[in-house]
């Protein structure tokens, strides 16, 4: 069934890949059918590469920008007012500090199956703020698919088989720059602490 509606929504390209990407992040898994479409476009396409990298950041940001939303509002039903357990603040504590770099990784590296919407709905139900998700997922997304696109471009049909012999140093590759980032932001926090 999801592979017809797949099917279905190529023929449509750039705006397909629009409503694809919507569909799959807000949680109808369509795995990998992003990826794939877009090395296709932009190899069989190169005048809608780059067109189709923006369709899909606009439909995968806006999907999981609604599951976000979803999960914060629901989490009001759920949230009881009495203190939550020591192992359950332990969790927000932990997922308030390293959350946004789990966040950042399934959202950037392609063809490994990582749990992306696991980390979107705790994002929501732990009420992490609107504007520090939108600017993670926006930047994971735009080096994903702005990076298939200029595969697709320079490696056409080679380049699904090269992602797929690299997924592994990819993966590896953003988990490092997310640990980069993360060491700046606190030593950059330490320092202007230590100012005060």
Avoid: C
Avoid at 38 to 47: D, F, R, S, V, Y
Avoid at 93 to 100: D, L, N, T
């Amino acid at each position: 069934m999801l592979k017809k509606i797949s099917v279905a929504l190529l023929v449509f390209g750039p705006f397909g890949i629009l409503l694809a990407s919507l569909i799959d992040s807000l949680g109808i898994p369509l795995p990998a059918a992003i990826d794939v479409w877009m090395l296709t476009i932009a190899a069989k396409e190169p005048q809608n590469a780059y067109f189709a990298a923006l369709m899909a950041v606009l439909g995968s940001t806006g999907g999981n920008v609604a599951l976000f939303m979803a999960a914060r509002h629901g989490s009001r039903r759920f949230i009881k007012s009495e203190p939550s357990s020591p192992r359950v603040q332990k969790f927000h504590r932990w997922f308030h500090q390293y959350g946004m770099l789990t966040l950042f990784v399934p959202a950037v590296t392609p063809i490994v199956p990582l749990p992306l919407k696991v980390f979107v709905l705790s994002a929501g139900a732990l009420r992490t703020p609107l504007s520090k998700f939108v600017i993670v997922i926006l930047v994971a997304r735009v080096i994903r698919y702005f990076g298939e696109a200029y595969l697709g471009l320079h490696l056409g049909s080679e380049a699904y088989g090269f992602l797929q012999r690299h997924a592994w140093a990819l993966l590896g590759s953003a988990t490092a720059a997310a640990l980069g980032i993360y060491l700046i932001i606190r030593l950059s926090g330490a320092r202007d602490e230590s100012v005060l």
